[in-house]
T-cell receptor, first 110, second 113 residues
């Protein structure tokens, strides 16, 4: 069936560097994508979203890039901070249902 | 996501007992969703409800699980005759309308012993 998946399960980044988290999706009909951040013992926190008619969207310290040709999504975090340590999920939405990937654990090295 | 309130946060049940998880959506939100998360996995959709209506329950197990969102009061996810495999984090989410941003609560962690 259709799925959303991530290239890497873990990512370690030096504090202050930029982080890039990648996600591949397989449902070419998906038209809306979201990135969530989940800290241990907490619920997913909305970070940023993007619709399929866009290829880039920027927020505060975060940028999402969408490449529909290769069905790839990425989340860029600028100047990574210790508070960015978490598991990051991409999700696609269809008919009010979110399909999540398995997540990437981002660890910040002091 | 602090606006979506879930309780209890942690629940321990013996096999065969019932578990009831409650969710109050954010103020002004009439769309409620339930998701389940197993350790080290992503969230899996269970059910989507609006007030007094189940819109999509395609992710709900056929037996023992039920959900409701009454006209008054919180949404309830009910698991009857729990088994160890039901141990998971159950997240509720809400949105004001269809197609809008979906915000999650902090989850209810169910442990079946």
């Amino acid at each position: 069936g259709e799925s959303v998946g991530l290239h890497l399960p873990t990512l370690s980044v030096q504090e202050g560097d930029n982080s890039i988290i990648n996600c591949a999706y397989s449902n070419s009909a998906s038209d809306y994508f979201i990135w969530y951040k989940q800290e241990s013992g907490k619920g997913p926190q909305f970070i940023i979203d993007i619709r399929s008619n866009m290829d880039k969207r920027q927020g505060q310290r975060v940028t999402v890039l969408l490449n529909k040709t290769v069905k790839h999504l990425s989340l860029q975090i600028a100047a990574t901070q210790p508070g960015d340590s978490a598991v990051y999920f991409c999700a696609e939405r269809q008919d009010e249902k979110l399909t999540f990937g398995t997540g990437t654990r981002l660890t910040i090295i002091p | 996501n602090a606006g979506v309130m879930q309780n209890p946060r942690h629940l321990v049940r013996r096999r065969g007992q019932e578990a009831r998880l409650r969710c109050s959506p954010m103020k002004g939100h009439s769309h409620v969703y339930w998701y389940r998360q197993l350790p080290e996995e992503g969230l899996k959709f269970m059910v989507y409800l609006q007030k007094e209506n189940i819109i999509d329950e395609s992710g709900m197990p056929k037996e023992r699980f039920s959900a409701e969102f009454p006209k008054e009061g919180p949404s309830i996810l009910r698991i009857q005759q729990v088994v160890r495999g039901d141990s998971a984090a159950y997240f509720c989410a809400s949105s004001p309308t269809a197609g809008n941003t979906i915000y999650f609560g902090e989850g209810s962690w169910l442990t079946v012993v």
